[in-house]
C-alpha cells in the first residue's frame, strides 16, 4: 500500500512538472511527502527483511529444540533401563545377601554345638575318671593310670604289679585291684571290655612263649580269664588282645622307658548315649576297701 502512494505521488509530480501548471510551493510539498514516503517504503523492506529473518530464527531455534528433546527422550529410555537393571541386581543382591546370613547364622549355631558338647564331654570324662578311680587307693594310682580320651575310658596297668618278670601269671595284688576292676566294668554292663598287652622290646627267652607278641597275648588272656571267672564278668563283654613291643609309649633305650612300655591296658568302650548318660546317672561303688 504505501509503495502504490509513493509511486502515486511521483507520477503526480511528474505530470505537473511537465506541464508548468504546478507552482513552486506545491512542487516543495509534493517534494517533501515524497520523501516521506521513501522514507516509509524503506523503514518497511528493513521491517519486512527483520521479519524474514526473525522467522528463520524460530525455525532454527524449533528444529534445535526438537534436537534437544529427542536427546533427553533417549537420556531418560537410558535412565529407565538403568534403573530396571539396578532394581534386579538388587533384588539378587538382597536374595545372596540372605543366603549369607542363613549360612553364618547356621556356622555360629554349629560352633556352639561343638563348644557346648566339648563342654559337656569335658564334665563327663571328669565324671566318670572320678567314677572310676574313687574305689581305688592312693597306693594302687601309683600302678594304674586311668584317662578318658574322646568317650573312651583307658585303664593301663603296670606289669611290674600285675606280673611277676617274664611271667603272664597274676599276683596277688593284681588280683586286689582287678577285683575293684571288675566292679566298675560291671556297673557299666553295657560297655565292651578290650584287654590289650604290651611288652618292651626285650627278647624274651622261655621255652614255652616263642617272643614277645605270644607273651603280651598270654597276659591279656590271663587278665580277660580273671575278669570272667573270678569277678563274674560277662564274656562276651570281653576281648583280648597282643601289641608285643609294637605299640610304645616311651623309649625303649632306658630302664624308666621299658618300665612304661611293659603294660597292660583295659579299654572300656560305651556307646554313645551311654556315655552321655553319665553325667545323670552315675553307678554306685563301693568305698575303698
Not at 506541464?19 to 510551493?25: A, D, E, H, R
Not at 527483511?49 to 526473525?54: H, I, K, L, Q
Not at 527422550?73 to 533401563?81: H, M, S, T
Not at 607278641?213 to 573270678?230: G, P
Amino acid at each position: 500500500m504505501k509503495a502504490s502512494r509513493i509511486l502515486f505521488a511521483a507520477l503526480a509530480s511528474a505530470a505537473l512538472v511537465m506541464t508548468g501548471c504546478v507552482s513552486k510551493k506545491k512542487y516543495v510539498a509534493l517534494q517533501s511527502q515524497y520523501d516521506e514516503l521513501s522514507k516509509e517504503y524503506n523503514a518497511s523492506q528493513v521491517a519486512l527483511a527483520e521479519s524474514r529473518a526473525n522467522h528463520k530464527s524460530y525455525e532454527q531455534l524449533l528444529e534445535e529444540a526438537r534436537r534437544n528433546n529427542e536427546s533427553l527422550r533417549k537420556q531418560y529410555d537410558a535412565l529407565q533401563g538403568n534403573l530396571a537393571q539396578s532394581l534386579q541386581q538388587n533384588a539378587q543382591g538382597n536374595v545372596n545377601i540372605s543366603k549369607l546370613v542363613d549360612e553364618i547364622n547356621a556356622s555360629n549355631r554349629y560352633i556352639k554345638q561343638l563348644v557346648d558338647a566339648k563342654s559337656k564331654s569335658d564334665s563327663l570324662n571328669m565324671v566318670l575318671t572320678n567314677n572310676l578311680t574313687r574305689s581305688l587307693s592312693r597306693e594302687d594310682l601309683r600302678d594304674v593310670d586311668i584317662k578318658v580320651l574322646k568317650g573312651v575310658v583307658y585303664i593301663s596297668l603296670a606289669d611290674n604289679m600285675l606280673f611277676r618278670s617274664g611271667s603272664y601269671e597274676i599276683s596277688d595284688r593284681a588280683m586286689e585291684i582287678l577285683g575293684k576292676i571288675a566292679k566298675i566294668i560291671k556297673d557299666y554292663n553295657n560297655y565292651d571290655v578290650l584287654v590289650e598287652g604290651n611288652t618292651d622290646n626285650v627278647p624274651i627267652s622261655r621255652t614255652n612263649i616263642r617272643n614277645n607278641w605270644d607273651l603280651s597275648a598270654l597276659r591279656a588272656s590271663s587278665v580277660v580269664q580273671v575278669l570272667q571267672n573270678q569277678f563274674g564278668v560277662n564274656p562276651s563283654r570281653l576281648t583280648a588282645g597282643g601289641r608285643g613291643e609294637y605299640n610304645p609309649i616311651a623309649g625303649n633305650d632306658t630302664a624308666d622307658g621299658r618300665e612304661r612300655n611293659r603294660r597292660t591296658e583295659i579299654i572300656i568302650t560305651p556307646s554313645l548315649d551311654q556315655f552321655m548318660d553319665l553325667i545323670d546317672k552315675a553307678p554306685e561303688t563301693g568305698d575303698a576297701e
